[in-house]
């Protein structure tokens, strides 16, 4: 059974870092890819980053490039997200995720997902 545990999230100031941190247990797919999602309230959930089962290649939001780093340890099953630069409209409960094959922007196309971690940037 696949589950994917979040964490790293919290409290930044404007300008401030975070990095998110996603272990994962159980691989169903050979080729796949793990991706981050954000979402706020009322919102449906948005397409952050993601990355190919190599680390070999990576894909950013246009909101978010420049800004956060997707990165792999395979060895240790978890895929990271460092956010740097962080403001007021990057507040979310953030998402880790896992499809088969391909990166795409599109959340149903998923198979899995974990609980989320809210990050929370305040003035």
């Known amino acids: 059974q696949v589950q994917l545990v979040e964490s790293g999230g919290g409290l930044v100031q404007p300008g401030g870092s975070l990095r998110l941190s996603c272990a994962a247990s159980?691989?169903?797919?050979?080729?796949?890819?793990m991706g981050w999602f954000r979402q706020t309230p009322g919102k449906e959930r948005e397409f952050v980053a993601g990355?190919?089962?190599?680390?070999?290649?990576?894909y950013y939001a246009d909101s978010v490039k420049g800004r956060f780093t997707i990165s792999t340890d395979n060895a240790k099953n978890t895929v990271y997200l460092q956010m740097t630069s962080l403001d007021l409209k990057d507040t979310a409960t953030y998402y880790c995720?896992?499809?088969?094959?391909?990166?795409?922007?599109?959340?149903?196309?998923?198979?899995?997902w974990g609980q989320g971690t809210p990050v929370t940037d305040y003035a």
């Open positions: 159980g691989r169903p797919f050979s080729r796949y890819t």
């Open positions: 990355i190919n089962y190599t680390g070999a290649n990576t």
């Open positions: 995720s896992l499809k088969d094959g391909v990166t795409t922007n599109c959340g149903s196309e998923y198979n899995y």
